[in-house]
């Protein structure tokens, strides 16, 4: 059975536009793919063409690092160039390499794959936290200083840029911009803007000064909260997913809403955790390859498959089991707490159990005796929980005005979802 599939909107895009299940979800404990020792200190870029080769900027070498397989511990290829502290990498359809060089030469660089060389394709007053060729051989730079984001035709012999979105000052209208990283120019040349510093992802339909909030902060429908987002890619069904830097999570949109994808336990090292995440991208086999910044890695999430079954482990046992009358103590009142409240089970066989007295959800991953925990809030007695198969949690808190609550694991609020009395 086929659960998703990668199709390009236009043969023209060399980056796939995702088109999966609307319920996929990925593997929350990473692999990662690249280390320190491999991308150096604080990568910041990659870029997944649709032919599955990665790339990956080493800013300390200098260098673009080349996978052509994805299983390969080491790159295939390296391209050396005369760069300094390259921010952002994107590659046109004809293989040829985008970068920005500001710290260097006050410019964009483009690598000719035919002739193996560097040369010169815009002007910029700032670093380009964001690089995109759009369908018509347009180049656009997300001027993080500058708060603003340039185009420039490659058909013309200018190298000048020309302004499209923002207005040179930072600020939070909705023309303008505050340190401006990622973007995303899809079919309709609308941009997409991951608006670090208001916290939100603004969209500037083609033409069009006046931005539209649709995600995170004043967005004009529900969303998500973000802080810090640092990367945006659209689907083919025009939903988002986000870098959402500041909380060191990936957040994505589907019909129902926003959910975090990745990253949703919390700033950390361990493989279920990230810390300041930068870019993403993804293969054709709906693996997410997240670029780790603060963690000095590369890590990569595998899709999970989808199955209509509950969320509940459903064991399968003979006619008349019997159990070992000597339990053995899984966990004890120092791990969680007084009079722990609940326990469930998920069909991995991950538990999580109620500390009601730090008012955490504790989560022992499998096969794993470290644990992690998600704090709920300011909420009383807690009773009782569920978790979907989608990774939602249901707790409920009759202690507080008869109240029954959901929190979404994604998200550092909870949502109420119904009263009882």
Same mark, same amino acid.
């Given at each position: 059975m086929t659960l998703f599939i990668y199709i390009m @909107?236009?043969? +023209?895009f060399s980056n796939k536009q995702l088109n999966l299940s609307s319920t996929v979800t990925w593997n929350r404990n990473g692999i990662t793919f690249a280390n320190k020792s491999i991308v150096g200190i604080e990568p910041t870029t990659i870029f997944i063409n649709t032919n599955d080769t990665i790339?990956?900027?080493n800013r300390d070498k200098q260098k673009i690092l080349v996978w052509n397989d994805s299983q390969s511990l080491n790159p295939t290829s390296e391209i050396q160039g005369n760069f300094t502290n390259v921010t952002s990498l994107f590659l046109a359809s004809n293989d040829d390499i985008y970068i920005d060089d500001y710290q260097?030469?006050?410019v964009v660089k483009r690598w000719k794959s035919e002739e193996n060389t560097f040369e010169t394709m815009m002007y910029v007053n700032s670093s380009c936290y964001g690089l995109f060729v759009d369908l018509i051989d347009n180049v656009y730079c997300s001027m993080r200083d500058e708060h603003q984001v340039v185009r420039k035709d490659l058909k013309l012999v200018s190298m000048e840029p020309v302004l499209i979105a923002g207005t040179g000052v930072g600020g939070s209208a909705l023309e303008e911009l505050d340190r401006?990283?990622?973007i995303f120019i899809d079919i309709n040349l609308d941009l997409?803007?991951?608006?670090?510093?208001n916290h939100r992802v603004q969209l500037f339909a083609l033409g069009e000064s006046d931005g539209i909030t649709? +995600? @995170?902060e004043d967005s004009e429908y529900l969303t998500i909260s973000l802080r810090g987002p640092t990367g945006v890619l659209l689907d083919v069904h025009k939903y988002l997913f986000i870098v959402d830097s500041e909380n060191h999570r990936i957040v994505g949109e589907r019909p129902d809403g926003f959910?975090?994808?990745v990253g949703c336990y919390g700033v950390g090292d361990h493989l279920n955790q990230l810390n300041r995440p930068s870019s993403m991208s993804f293969d054709s086999f709906g693996n997410m390859f997240v670029i780790d910044t603060s963690n000095h890695r590369v890590q990569k999430y595998k899709p999970m498959k989808i199955s209509s079954s509950t969320s509940i482990n459903q064991p399968s046992l003979c006619q008349i089991p019997t159990m070992n009358r000597n339990a053995i103590v899984f966990t004890e009142e120092s791990f969680s707490g007084w009079e722990p409240g609940s326990i469930f089970f998920n069909a991995n066989d991950t538990p999580y159990i109620i500390d009601r007295e730090q008012r955490n959800i504790l989560i022992w991953n499998r096969n794993s005796r470290n644990m992690t925990n998600i704090d709920i809030g300011n909420f009383s007695r807690i009773n009782s929980l569920f978790l979907k198969s989608n990774g939602d949690i249901y707790i409920d808190d009759g202690k507080i005005e008869s109240t029954f609550h959901f929190v979404l694991t994604c998200l550092s609020i909870s949502m109420t979802i119904c009263i009882v009395r």
């Open positions: @909107g236009s043969s +023209a790339y990956i900027v260097s030469g006050n401006p990283h990622g997409f803007v991951a608006d670090y510093g649709v +995600a @995170g959910r975090c994808l």
